[in-house]
């Protein structure tokens, strides 16, 4: 199965205008994430996809870039553009905020496209603060590793347990945190981005639940990874710290 690795990366980030290109230990951060999608043994090649002029003149000195419409809604959209004009079997789609992401878990997820047609990855959620938190999405997982829903919610919920403290709750459930990485089939993740938001994806803004609205089974791969992105200008002194150590 001939594999894509795709880095979206756009210039116009409400909160960190320009992000992609932002300096993390002397290499921009789109450097970075592409650095490490090379180390991944799964992919037979790494794309940036991009809309922007600024980021492909930087990112043609150590990629492969594929210019993209800048009318995508999302990244998904972005990484279909590239899927349909380039030869592979299917694609990884890689947040290009994450400059620490693990190797082993971009193979994890292509590995899991031998079983399905679309994979993703989910680690224990660890921190209580993170518990009650919107921005961190839970997902819920039957026996045979197939996602059954993702919400922003906490989710199940503890019946027995639910007066207690988030960490009560937390040690009596073994609640699962969503890694925000994609793997598709080529065919799954053109058809998909021709179908309408489903209601559920309108209702959490989550763009999977379009996926499961309409059937899609997704393989759910467990990790120890969790992800360090760069939202804010802040976060870069912040992943610089962990590069250091």
């Known amino acids: 199965m001939r594999i894509l690795g795709i880095v979206p990366a756009r210039y116009a980030s409400t909160r960190f205008p320009g992000k992609p290109l932002a300096m993390i230990a002397g290499k921009p951060l789109i450097q970075r994430v592409v650095e490490r999608c090379r180390q991944a043994r799964s992919l037979a090649e790494v794309v940036v996809a991009t809309d922007d002029d600024r980021i492909a003149a930087v990112a043609r000195g150590f990629s492969r870039v594929e210019m ?5 809604p999302s990244g998904t959209d ?7 004009r380039c030869a592979c079997d299917a694609a990884v789609n890689i947040q290009g905020d994450e400059p620490l992401i693990d190797p082993a878990v971009i193979d994890a997820v292509a590995g899991a496209l031998e079983r399905w047609e679309m994979a993703t990855a989910a680690t224990p959620l660890r921190d209580p603060a993170e518990y009650d938190n919107p921005n961190v999405v839970k997902v819920v997982v039957n026996a045979a590793g197939q996602a059954l829903y993702f919400s922003r919610r906490t989710i199940p919920y503890v019946r027995d347990a639910a007066g207690c403290s988030a960490a009560e709750q937390m040690a009596a459930f073994p609640f699962l945190k969503h890694v925000g990485i994609y793997g598709y089939r080529r065919g799954i993740l053109l058809e998909l981005v021709r179908r309408p938001v489903s209601p559920l994806e309108a209702a959490e803004r989550l763009e999977q639940l379009r996926a499961l609205d309409g059937g899609v089974g997704i393989g759910v791969v467990r990790v120890e990874y969790d992800s360090v992105g760069v939202d804010i200008p802040a976060d870069v002194a912040r992943v610089e710290e962990r590069l250091r150590a």
């Open 68 to 72: 993209t419409s800048a009318m995508h």
């Open 78 to 84: 972005r990484a279909a553009e590239v899927v349909a």
